[in-house]
């Protein structure tokens, strides 16, 4: 048993968390292979009866009050059905095909941050829309940029998107007109959720900040790019980003992803003390996304990895709340598009396709510069070495047309 789904995303080294949705319950759930296991039912077994858990603690909405019990009894858990798996033929315990059952969105978001994380995406987007000699900003590359998102909208894997409408400015005209956006883009990204709170006026140092982390999902950031370059002056992105985001339904702990760490890019110039760490807090993790057209052919359009990101997630955490501000279990933070240094590793069409100069030729024969309604995006991430892999599985969303 000890090789037992090696090759898959849901490996015995992984044991992700979700929440399953069974005749209307739901339930806090595990994965292993392409079978979802209830924790419930696990519990019933005897797992977890060194433990002290509430009543009723697996059947919930949310996996907010299972993360709420903290990393000791999380991580206890974790390793309880590690340690039982590799003992038992999953057979032994109730389970459910994965590619049956309903997954929901896995945690209660009360607050989303997105960040500007990756230098090659802050780079490219310098070049396309400011001087290419002055791409970043002053002060990109003192503190990870970001900006507060809405988190109503974010919406579980599997969740149609509808193209939305707003506010352009066409090319050569002096005044906005209203109508669906016309560049609806795909942003690659991770997330991962807040699973320790600080009080208001409390920071979080950025050498605790792993212990506020509970785990990671993939993330697509969706985007109206025309719609954004018309309004994000001078306060940012609005309804070019707060229409949909889409959320893998597992999330993957620190402590699967601990065989995967890697160093982060060097940081020049030096970041200022509160910023600044020692050792590996990257993850190696590779990243693809596919765009599959209305007539069923796929197109791998980016093969990307999360250990380009130049700002790390600690050091995120530690920024955001260095003035105090109060995180909460279940909040929301992703890296922004994460983009590497050739053009078959960046993160969205904006860059791919160059704002558009350079069309995509999609395995139908069709083109795309950007998102086509009938479009279905899915972003993969998974991370290996040797024997050892963990992944996330799917984020996936169609784009159906604007009513």
Known sequence: MQNLYNHSDFSIHNIPFGIVVINGQTYVSTRLGDEVFTLEDLQGKGLFDHLTLPNGIFRSNFLNDFISLGKKITSEVRLSIQRYFKQNNPDSVSHYPAGEVTMSLPVRIGDYTDFYSSREHATNVGIMFRDPANALLPNWLHLPVGYHGRSSSIVVSGTDIKRPKGQTLPVDADKPVFGPSKQIDFELEMAFIVGKENALGETIPVDKAEDYIFGLTLFNDWSARDIQKWEYVPLGPFLAKNFASTMSPWVVTLE????????????????????????????????????????????????????????????????????????????????????????????????????????????????????????????????????????????????????
Not at 285 to 290: P, S
Not at 347 to 356: D, P, V
Not at 363 to 383: E, H, M, N, P, Q
Request: aromatic letters at 8%.
């Open 256 to 403: 699967a992803l601990e065989p995967f760490r890697v160093e982060s890019p060097k940081q020049e110039p030096e970041v200022l003390p509160y910023l600044q760490c020692n050792g590996k807090y990257n993850y190696d993790i590779q990243l693809d996304v596919i765009i599959s057209t209305a007539e069923n052919k796929d197109t791998l359009v980016s093969h990307s990895n999360f250990k380009y990101m130049y700002w790390s997630m600690i050091q995120q955490l530690a920024h955001h709340t260095v003035n105090g501000c109060n995180m909460r279990i279940g909040d929301v933070l992703a890296s922004g598009t994460i983009s590497g240094p050739t053009p078959d590793s960046y993160g969205s069409m904006l860059e791919i396709a160059w704002k558009g100069t350079k069309p995509v030729t999609m395995s139908d024969g069709t083109t795309r510069s950007f998102i086509a309604d009938g479009d279905t995006v899915t972003l993969k991430g998974y991370a290996e070495k040797g024997d050892i892999r963990v992944g996330f599985g799917e984020c996936t969303a169609t784009l159906l047309p604007s009513e």
